[in-house]
């Protein structure tokens, strides 16, 4: 649809996308999953211009089948689709077991629905790009997405531990109590970045700045991803003690037992010493 992207001076009118736009090219291969031929055709062409291989799918189950044949490092996905929408195509891509649950996503919504961004989100989207956008806006959200997972780890950087958690910055693995976690590469990034900052309060504008590369933007993107974090960290997502929200603040990440566990551990001394005596 027409309204749905401005191209601005794209192909016919001026140079695409600069390249220089964000420091240090990233490139990757783009999965462009729309089914608007002309939406389409233009992301996919400013993406290939800008470095990209790129693939294309119209529907919700070419879609999941392009994303098994190609293996795509990010999908641009959008969110209503003919056949299968773009939340369940996020979903059976987060929960595939073939290689296609770390796949970055960038969803495209429509301007104003605030319910589907946070579905968006919640599914497990990396980013989203309300229409009308801007083609050029698009690649550099999708080389903000990739730059975060394809950026070097520093060498003196070992395994982050605390609480239970685990995480492998170079290997991309966080594991809660020796299992495997199924985080998102957002999520994943997300962790480390509390790890790497415990009992220090975090309010959503340096999250967004530290962990998404971004000085501005919607900052419930953050707190959706908080949200989800803790569902699959916290023994009781309805009452964390590992990301603990400090009102008016940010949020805290606390590398000590739950309360629960201090309060056993306390139980048992004084049990102990009461038999002692």
Request: hydrophobic letters at 40%; one cysteine or more.
């Amino acid at each position: 649809m027409a309204s749905s992207i401005d191209t601005g001076p794209g192909p016919d009118h001026g140079p695409g996308p600069d390249r220089r736009a964000v420091p240090g090219d990233v490139t990757g291969r783009v999965l462009v999953v729309d089914d608007d031929p002309t939406v389409s055709e233009v992301v996919a062409g400013y993406l290939e211009r800008a470095g990209f291989t790129v693939h294309r799918a119209a529907d919700g189950p070419a879609a999941l089948e392009a994303a098994a044949r190609h293996r795509p490092d990010l999908v641009v996905l959008d969110l209503m689709l003919p056949g299968m929408d773009g939340l369940e195509v996020c979903r059976r891509l987060r929960a595939n077991g073939n290689g296609t649950r770390s796949v970055a996503v960038v969803m495209l919504t429509a301007r104003g629905d605030e319910d589907d961004r946070i579905l968006g989100l919640e599914v497990g989207a990396d980013d989203y790009v309300t229409k009308p956008f801007s083609p050029r806006e698009l690649v550099l959200r999708v080389r903000s997405v990739l730059r975060r997972v394809s950026s070097a780890v520093p060498a003196d950087e070992s395994r982050l531990a605390a609480a239970g958690l685990t995480v492998d910055p170079a290997a991309r693995r966080a594991t809660r109590d020796g299992a495997e976690l199924a985080l998102t590469l957002r999520e994943f990034d997300l962790l480390a970045y509390f790890l790497r900052h415990p009992g220090q309060v975090c309010d959503r504008e340096r999250l967004m700045r530290e962990v998404w590369g971004w000085d501005f933007g919607d900052l419930s993107t953050v707190t959706v991803h908080v949200r989800r974090l803790r569902s699959k960290i916290e023994k009781d997502p309805a009452d964390p003690q590992l990301i603990r929200t400090v009102w008016g603040a940010g949020y805290r990440f606390e590398t000590g037992p739950y309360p629960s566990d201090r309060a056993e551990s306390a139980a048992g001394t004084r049990v102990a010493a009461d038999g002692h005596a």
